[in-house]
């Protein structure tokens, strides 16, 4: 399993555009190889949002997360559906609008996370380890 990380900010045709000043959109993509990861990352991110900045890929097993992390469950979730991407948002005017890579993949002062695509998952916040 590969999670990919990409700094995104809101197209003008997002229903938030006003309020949302960006997110981390984390991806876990239920593949090998990374390259081909960040590509199904890319593509699985809605099309109100625009790529800003790639941050990270990594692999990850499920021995990555301890029980009752939040990303365990997104985890288990790509297992099933080969992609679940999650966004960690942030109002607009905060300090992540400033440094967006300050903490990629993490969701900033906890803020919430939103699943993508098929995911079943509906709550948040998780953290990346």
């Keep these: 399993m590969i999670i990919v990380s990409h700094h995104v900010i809101p197209k003008?045709?997002?229903p938030d555009y006003f309020t949302?000043?960006?997110a981390y959109a984390v991806t876990f993509v239920n593949h090998t190889d990374s390259a081909?990861?960040?590509?199904m990352a890319k593509s699985d991110i809605d099309d109100n949002w625009e790529i800003e900045s790639f941050c990270e890929a990594s692999e990850v097993t499920q021995e990555t997360y301890e029980?009752?992390?939040?990303n365990?469950?997104?985890?288990e979730q790509a297992l099933v559906d080969d992609i679940v991407t999650v966004l960690h948002t942030y109002p607009v005017g905060s300090d992540e609008e400033d440094e967006p890579d300050a903490e990629p993949g993490a969701a900033p002062n906890g803020g919430p996370a939103t699943p993508l695509g098929n995911?079943?998952?509906t709550e948040g916040?998780?953290?990346v380890s």
């Design 12 to 14: 003008p045709s997002h």
């Design 67 to 70: 029980d009752g992390d939040e």
């Design 125 to 127: 916040p998780p953290s």
């Design 119 to 121: 995911s079943d998952i």
């Design 20 to 22: 949302i000043g960006g």
């Design 72 to 75: 365990l469950r997104y985890f």
């Design 36 to 39: 081909i990861a960040i590509e």
